[in-house]
């Protein structure tokens, strides 16, 4: 889809301020990734690559307790099993990413998803193209046809059922075997909750095996929808043919939220506190991207470019206000002097 220009629409005031010229971007970018190597080289395997594996191991060996805990008839420890099963759930689907196989078990298995329309959506059009109308500018996240209280409170609730919902609708876009393939597994997936719920939580009915379901699915999905907005919906938009060089387009473009650790667990820094960082080095594990969170940001404020930051209320406030021209409106494009 090509990107269109609002007519008469007024520029977006970038946050932070716009950089001081062009400033080299490819030179910037460049030095700011040296000082990253130098920091992965200094850090074990433990910290590039074993606290992710033990978050996501410990979430998996946490499933047989919380599926345990609803068969008590004790609301605390119902509620506990509540709890446990949907951090998990949103543990494995939101951080998992291993392998081609561990890739396929998180997000067709856990998350009833496409693997494919994933790898496509969020490599490469939202972190190739971030903030740029109509690719990369988080618009899946956009329901123009809601209005704020329902999609910033109701919404989220329905992520658990529209998410297969989309999965499937998208199978007729991929060749026959694939979709065969994620059909399949996203049925496992769904089967398997469903069945786990009723051989071992011990739930006689249908309907409350689904209800316990869509509950431990959309426990954390607010924040889950909330982040997703909140993180680059609002901050300067580019078009196609004028977006500025990858660093300034990741400094003006990206936002990152205060620490929160029920959602540093589930989600991850990278998606939390570090997402400047992760769009600037995706490659980099969620751990390592806490850690070169202080040599990012004091280089960003160094070279004058802007380092968005923001309080979780201050951006729910914010977008309760300014709701109808962040979401419904078509946002305007950026006009950057000296960028392009």
Known sequence: ASPTEPPSAEPMEPAGGAPRGNGGGEALLGELEALVRDVERASSWWERHGVDCAILALSLLALPAGFLCLRSENVLVLGLGITILGVCHYTLTVKGSWSKVWELFFVEVCSAFSAEYAHYGHVKLHHGYTNVLGLGDSSTWRLPCLNRFVYMFLAPLSIPVITPLVAVERLRRVELRSAVRTLGLISLGLYAHYWLLRSVSGFRSPGSALLCMLTTRSLLAHPYLHVNIFQHIGLPMFSRDKKPRRIHMMSLGVLNLPRLPLLDWAFGHSLISCHVEHHLFPRLSDNMCL????????????????????SYLARFRLFLSRYEEFMVQTPPITELVGLQ
């Open 291 to 310: 850690k070169v969170k202080p040599v990012v940001s004091g280089f960003l404020h160094e070279k004058q470019l802007p380092y968005n930051e923001d």
